[in-house]
Nanobody
Framework: VQLQASGGGLVQAGGSLRLSCAASGRPFSTYAMAWFRQCPGNEREFVAAIRWSGGATYYADSVKGRFTISRDNAFTMYLQMNSLKPEDTAVYYC????????????????WGQGTLVTVSS
């Protein structure tokens, strides 16, 4: 399974971006997909996850109400990011083949290459 993340860029505080993560490769089956992010000098942290069947969503407190995770039927996941803040600046990674431990990066088997989001103040 290969994951291709895209959509990062430079945006002013208060702006919006939409990240995409396209899955390809062998027949795709996953319990959950997720977005994580990593700021320079920090560990990678959970942002949001979605259960592939049923579409239940989970968010980190820091992004709740501002970010929306979704997916389509073509094995693509999205992260709509609104009201962006400078502290949202990070490399965003998508991950798949997660488990019920949706916020634990060790629960995910496959990772995309990351896409950089920079929010200027």
């Amino acid at each position: 399974v290969q994951l291709q993340a895209s959509g990062g860029g430079l945006v002013q505080a208060g702006g919006s971006l939409r990240l995409s993560c396209a899955a390809s490769g062998r027949p795709f089956s996953t319990y959950a997909m997720a977005w994580f992010r990593q700021c320079p000098g920090n560990e990678r942290e959970f942002v949001a996850a979605i259960r592939w069947s049923g579409g239940a969503t989970y968010y980190a407190d820091s992004v709740k109400g501002r970010f929306t995770i979704s997916r389509d039927n073509a094995f693509t996941m999205y992260l709509q990011m609104n009201s962006l803040k400078p502290e949202d600046t990070a490399v965003y990674y998508c991950a798949s083949a997660g488990s019920i431990y949706y916020s634990d990066e060790k629960a995910y088997a496959y990772w995309g290459q990351g896409t950089l989001v920079t929010v200027s103040s």
